[in-house]
């Protein structure tokens, strides 16, 4: 099952909420799917990213949520977004000490974060974790919510 994610403006979930939104999502690239595109264009393959935001934020599923109507897609709030957009910079902040202790320097190929899901560990790169804290952040600053479809 594959679960995909739609930025949308929370006054009008029909609209994307692209980089013609906000300037700074022009450079993202997050894993796309099938129906979905690199994060610039308001959506991205949420299934390689949910297991960072279950993990960071102790729980399980978070973005795979039921609408009580089937016609309607089924939303992230604009406050779950902030706290997930937090948990990252949280995660990003810790990394850079790290990597300042050890005299490093991370790279945007660096792996600051492994994550295991269903005996599979999945890698997660400095630059995936800074675009998709970027592309919430931008998201809730907008006034925006994320779809989701699976």
């Not at 450079?27 to 993990?55: A, H, N």
């Not at 795979?64 to 902040?93: C, F, G, T, Y």
Request: proline residues 2%; hydrophobic residues 35%; aromatic residues 8%.
């Amino acid at each position: 099952m594959g679960l995909d994610c739609y930025m949308v403006h929370a006054s009008d979930q029909k609209k994307a909420f692209t980089s013609e939104d906000d300037q700074r999502l022009a450079d993202i690239q997050l894993c796309g799917g099938l129906f979905s595109g690199d994060g610039s264009d308001g959506s991205f393959r949420g299934k390689v990213y949910e297991p960072l935001i279950d993990y960071l934020c102790g729980g399980e599923y978070v973005w795979h949520k039921e609408s009580k109507d089937p016609a309607i897609m089924p939303i992230v709030r604009n406050d779950e977004l902030a706290d997930q957009a937090h948990w990252l910079s949280d995660l990003l902040q810790a990394s850079q000490e790290v990597a300042e202790q050890n005299e490093e320097t991370l790279q945007d190929d660096t792996i600051i974060i492994q994550v295991e899901q269903r005996g599979s560990i999945i890698e997660y790169t400095y630059k995936e974790v800074r675009d998709l804290e970027l592309l919430l952040r931008a998201t809730v600053e907008g006034g925006g919510v994320m779809q989701v479809w699976w």
